[in-house]
């Protein structure tokens, strides 16, 4: 008799047993910007832990919220190495969906008593913690303008748990200047990684040593001329931009994320449609401007929590500016060369109409990316060449600089070769 | 008659491979192989106590011959693999220490107490039972050795050996094909590689030719298991669903299910089936499956009262089979009881079987209690195995925010949503069952 079905049951059976699996609920946050007077905290405790913990109810209604307030300023306090008392502020407070189930949410101002340094402090927790064991709070360094820490990147300060309830902080001594040099390095990381900017501004600049005529780009700017015109784009860009990154920083404008990167992706659809056929010439800055305002507000989402008090925002506005700017001028400063002598030759057109439509095709799968809010495969592939973009103005300006000095080369009859 | 003819094919397979060469008394044992083609839980249930009921009597009135023993063993051990009733394995437990106490030197039960070793995860207890069927002076035949082959590779693998374990399989293969296809599936599942996983089921499938509604449902139950921990949750509760038709009644698929329900946000359905299968089950996972979605709700005296009434059982449940009840008991403390005595019992498994999952869980135990730098070291030596699982990385991940080290935190979170696109769900922690 065969055993054609042990061998399966046999392992089912050994197997049966259920593995064990972890199932951590979820934690409470809070982080925390550093100022040099102040810090301010935004708490993030999973409303069904604060329900669990508390039995308080978890509405909107002002009574539910003066309980949760309450709770808070009776379960957190923070002093001073010598035991003094900062003051608490709770600025703002509500049971809000963030990310995935609602949570406790509350923005609250920590102010140090006079004289004592803020940036040392104790911070004494038992919210949740006080009465479930297992519930820990992850405390975390969102911004510190005077120890030159603008981006992204938390810092863990440490986690409480259990009995262990307390916190000891010590931020280093404050400088304005890792808050102004972190803030330098920001914006250009972070121009130099949006290529969606850099695309915008460099399809700006392909036409601009032509002149355009009857509909098309034809013949060529004298070079002072076509400079000055890079010049003006560039700095009209900027000016937008830096329009709305100080509104943004100083007076919180905000827009949400999704409209703005579409306009941006749009943006460069036209820059793109304008360097194949003119349909502004002449008011090149001007839509530089315009257009840089709202690629300001997405920088603007970088900035958003820089430094607390109006010194710290403007030196890091400054700074961030400052970065942003000097990107801005390495690329010109790369691409200007190929463009002018590129543009005294036959292949300008063929150059200018294919950066042209990659600005294009680039445009587009960023506006399908953005407005489907899903990663497509052409946006990916775009992303990854732009990676590669400073060969390709290596090899433009070698090219460029053989095609002026070869005879023959030289551009002739541009309205034909342009149509 | 078909289905006859096969029961009695396999009560005599089952005779042959678990007491050697000694003469049985198949009527005897007919209800125990029947009882596996049942097409209900309770049908299996009532076939299973009535084997019980059966076989006592007949050790009691035969106390001196240890198969007697060994047929109460098996009647319990085959009650508990499907009610999960410790209480069966204890009985099971003592019925084996009575065969032994009057089987002559170097006979006895060593299988089939393997079996229940195994299942109670004491390995190296599992491996003294196999060396003893090594000393048989009657070689057993290829289908057993095949057998015995399998299970070395199992306490391999539940060493954390990965690749020893895989040797043995292959091994047991040789020696009897389709021994190992279902262990292949459990390996290639916890190495992350699901596609193979599926294939080998449906090898099993196949190989099983007539499988018994429980089997069926078992593997039906392995399959929505595998489309859980690549975040394939609606296929994972149309799986479950399945093995709850195919074997009504069985509380492991019904949890199963049910917390799909749970996650889906049908909360207070899933209240409702909760308490339904802890009614009838009594099963203490289940109960903290419970207590944790009435802490999702915020309901905290609920959460505590059924935690307190599951905390009583697991507290029995570890007096009564330790090393099987750690890892169950763990998962209680690490959410509804106390982080230190979670990270106690995750040290006590992890010594008992220490291999991917257990590791996993002492991750989560050091992080629970602060201790970061000590669940990465441990994440990362398990990340140095073939072991893939997204829970290892969400883990490891949440182990290097702790640290502040966010670029890896972010690398792990990566690992972990290829594996599994909903590893960080909100809804994650209402998995209970089958998530690892």
Partial sequence: MRWFWMPVLAAMLLFAGRPANAHLTPNSEVNIDFGQREAVAEIIIPRSEYAFATGNPVNNDPQSLAKAKAYLLQQIAVTTPDGRPWTLSIEKIEFVQIAGPPDLHAIVRMTAPPNAQARRLTIDWGAVIGTVPNHFVLFVTRSDYSAGKLDEDRQVLGALQGDRRRLVIDRGEASSIKGFQAAVALGMRHIA?????????????????????????RGERPVRAALWQLTKIVTAFTIGHSLTLIGAALFAWRLPAQPVEIAIALSILVSAIHAWRPIFPGREPIVAAGFGLIHGLAFATVVANFGLGLEEKALSILGFNVGIELVQLLVILAVMPSLLMLSRTRYYPILR???????????????????LDRANPVAQSIDLLLGYSGYLVAALTIGGAIALLLPGQQATERPNRDR | MVGVAVAFAILLSIERWQSGTLPIDEGERQPVALAAFGSSYSEVMAAA?????NAEPQAAAAGDQWLMHENVARAYLDRARLSGNYDDYVAADAAFARAFAVAAPGTGPHFLRAQLDFR???????????????????????????????????????????????????????????TATFRRAIHALKTGDFARAESYLDQTEREARSPSHQLRAFIELQRGIIDLVRGDWPSAESWFRKADRTFPGHWLSQAHLIQMWAARGKVKEAEQGYLRVIERSGQPE????????????????????????????WATRLQQVPEAAYAHALEHELVLGNPATALSLARQNMTARPYGDSATLLGWALLANNRPAEARDVLERLGRTAWRSAQQYVALSQAYAMLGDSDRSDEARDAALTINPRAFDPAAPLIWFGNH
């Fill in chain 1, 193 to 217: 990684e949006g290529y969606d900017h850099l695309l915008f501004l460099v399809a700006l600049l392909l036409p601009a040593p032509l002149l355009a005529a009857g509909g098309l780009w």
């Fill in chain 1, 353 to 371: 109409n294919s950066g042209a439509a990659v600005a294009g095709l680039a445009a587009m799968a960023w506006l399908i990316e953005r407005v």
């Fill in chain 2, 49 to 53: 106590d009535l084997a019980i009921a």
């Fill in chain 2, 120 to 178: 109670l995860h004491r390995l190296a207890e599992t491996e003294r039972q196999l060396a003893a069927i090594d000393g048989y002076a009657i070689p057993p035949p290829p289908e057993e050795r095949a057998e015995i082959l399998g299970m070395r590779g199992d306490i391999a693998f539940y060493r954390g050996q990965l690749e020893a374990a895989l040797q043995l399989y292959e091994e047991a293969d040789r020696v009897s094909p389709g």
């Fill in chain 2, 286 to 313: 289940v109960m903290d499956a419970l207590a944790a979605l009435y802490r999702s709700q915020g309901n905290a005296a609920a959460s505590r009262e059924w935690a307190e009434r599951s905390s009583a059982i």
